[in-house]
């Protein structure tokens, strides 16, 4: 069963900087095309590093403290309560970070269910993911310094 009160933390992220707790909600439930997740971060913890989607469109509303957020227009603190909105492409760009003393706690709900390309200006990557329901499937990173030309490595077909 899955629970906002009683959360079952599936999705544990360990990186100095970007330590938080998810569940994935939707996926516990056994949706399969739209994704809920909880998210708890602990004090001085950023979520995620700063993205865009292309395919997905999320909403996000503050359950617990006063997360700082981060868009094209800068920062700014939200409020308990809060619900924001980040559209698909580069004005829906987002980052969520706890400045405070205390654990923060929000839900973002997604659209989901189709591959998904995200985008990470500040390094410079794009994200390919598959959004199975169950989870698995494709999730590779890239540098976009690294793109090749759409040709590059193909050999036109032998004659026969």
């Known amino acids: ?53 292309l395919a997905e469109e999320e909403l996000v509303i503050v359950l617990q403290g006063e997360p700082s957020l981060r868009t094209p227009a800068g920062w700014r603190e939200l409020r308990q309560g809060e619900v924001v909105s980040f559209p698909r492409g580069e004005d829906g760009g987002h980052q969520i970070l706890n400045r405070t003393g205390e654990a923060v706690r929000f839900v973002a709900i997604s659209t989901s269910g189709e591959p998904d390309l995200v985008m990470y200006p500040d390094s410079g990557k794009l994200g390919a993911f598959e959004r199975l329901p169950e989870g698995g499937g494709l999730r590779a990173m890239f540098r976009l310094a690294d793109a090749v030309d759409y040709h590059d490595g193909e050999d036109p077909p032998a004659e026969r």
């Open 1 to 53: 069963m899955a629970s906002i009160e009683e959360p079952r933390f599936d999705e544990p992220r360990g990186q100095p900087g970007f330590r938080a707790l998810r569940a994935r909600l939707s996926r516990q439930a056994g949706s399969e095309r739209l994704g809920m997740s909880l998210w708890e971060l602990p004090p001085g913890e950023a979520a995620y590093p700063y993205h865009y989607h």
